[in-house]
């Protein structure tokens, strides 16, 4: 009876190892822990999820990373910061996350606010965090300001504050040589709508100063709403009543959606063009109920666009496995391919070492080629990370910048299209 127990166990018993093997090639103990930390609660934290889910399946299922002549297995730790309601919350959490779960290394991070304190932590245990979601310039300036300390930060997506202006302001010029040509508004009206949130306010302190000095503009007003509101009419009827021919929006939160829906349902005789994170996804559509239609914002990605090779067949199949599209939050996707590229170079999980080869990043992804600059921020341009101008037209989400006629430094993505004005905007101030 003993041998023909012993002669059952050991077969069973190298199907295990063998299984063991073919899912990941990393022996049993050896993992890379990543926390991903997001606002889980809110497409900004999902999307943070469901990117690195998808590329640490795929790095498992190709046989791991790499650390000398072992195979480690990524294992993610879910972290909810909650950071869009409170900022303690997200400090704890990733202080827990650290401190309990013994992340090896950090992704995600959505709101300034909340991401500033985060990111203190996680230098003070020295952990690199590659953030996947504020735009504040400030954030990266500090690895130049003190270097020692803030090293271990990095930014993969979005492009930082200042560039984000110079392609919001692009647009907003392509939306004002529509008015010229289309209704022949030499100089446009423009109302300023931003989120009253830390990040926004270099974007609008810049448009107070430049549109009028630089753009030949003029700015109507400012209103500056909470990023959670659920009402917006109030703001639309003065801007409305200020005779806008643009609203120059600056939006990261919730509030994205009744903005756009009463824009619609109010036909306001203005252009909506800027940033409107919620405008993003692909749920924004039904979640304005089709108002959304014609409201253009900057976006990272967007269907059938080809920005690199990797792509398009990121986005299917990232549809496929979530059943939304991709937001710039899903950037934690390039993160850990950025990441584990830098491991397997150091051959360590080190943070010095780890560091000195993230600072070598020269790597090719979805959005774009991601170069790090002196201060660990993704190089913005042509033949970099560009982002894209997108705007929803017949229900479809579409790329309007770069213009699909080259006109910027001759970049052209295939799948691109050609801006439309309003209707009712073209109706309201056309001669």
């Not at 890379?32 to 690195?52: D, L, R, S």
């Not at 889910?53 to 480690?72: H, S």
């Not at 965090?129 to 400030?138: A, P, V, Y």
Request: glycine share 10%; aromatic share 10%.
């Amino acid at each position: 009876m003993k041998k023909v127990i012993i002669g059952a166990i050991i077969p069973l018993a190298v199907c295990v190892v063998l299984l063991v093997t073919s899912c990941g090639g990393a022996a049993p103990g050896k993992v890379v822990k990543i926390g991903v930390v997001g606002p889980m609660t809110f497409i900004q934290g999902e999307h943070h999820w469901y990117g690195a889910q998808l590329a640490a399946e795929e790095i498992n299922a190709a046989g791991g990373v790499m650390v000398g002549n072992e195979a480690y297995q990524i294992k993610l730790v879910k972290v909810d910061s909650n950071e869009i309601i409170s900022v303690t919350d997200a400090a704890n959490a990733i202080e827990r996350t650290i401190t309990v779960d013994k992340v090896d290394f950090i992704v995600g991070g959505f709101r300034t606010e909340a991401v500033t304190p985060m990111q203190e932590i996680a230098m003070d245990y020295g952990r690199i965090f590659l953030c996947c979601g504020s735009s504040t310039k400030e954030l990266c300036d500090k690895v130049g300001d003190d270097y020692d300390r803030y090293k271990y930060w990095f930014r993969v997506t979005p492009i930082n504050s200042t560039y984000l202006g110079k392609v919001d302001f692009m647009l907003l010029g392509m939306v004002a040589e529509e008015l010229k040509a289309e209704c022949g508004i030499e100089v446009p009206k423009v109302a300023i709508l931003a989120e009253k949130l830390e990040w926004a306010e270099d974007i609008v302190a810049a448009a107070q100063v430049l549109l009028p000095v630089m753009y030949g503009m003029e700015v109507v007003g400012t209103w500056r709403p909470s990023d959670t509101a659920t009402e917006v009419t109030a703001e639309l009827t003065a801007i409305e009543a200020a005779g806008a021919h643009i609203i120059f929006t600056t939006f990261s939160g919730p509030v994205g959606i009744p903005y756009a829906r009463q824009w619609g349902e109010m036909q306001i005789p203005a252009a909506s063009v800027g940033i409107n994170v919620e405008a993003q996804k692909e749920g924004f559509w039904d979640a304005t109920g089709g108002y959304g239609e014609y409201e253009t914002t900057m976006n990272t990605y967007a269907p059938g666009v080809k920005i690199t090779d990797q792509t398009i067949d990121f986005g299917e199949r990232f549809v496929e496995d979530v059943g939304e599209f991709p937001t710039y939050c899903a950037g934690t996707y390039e993160a850990l391919y950025v990441l584990k590229d830098a491991i397997e170079a150091a051959g360590t999980l080190d943070s010095d070492a780890v560091i000195v080869e993230l600072e070598k990043t020269d790597y090719t992804g979805t959005a774009g080629r991601i170069v790090f600059d002196e201060n660990h921020d993704v190089v913005w341009g042509p033949g970099y990370v560009t982002g894209l101008g997108v705007q929803w037209q017949d229900g479809e989400m579409e790329c309007v910048w770069p213009p699909a006629d080259g006109s910027w430094e001759g970049v052209v993505y295939e799948g691109a299209v050609t801006y439309e004005l309003p209707p009712w905007v073209i109706e309201a101030w056309a001669p």
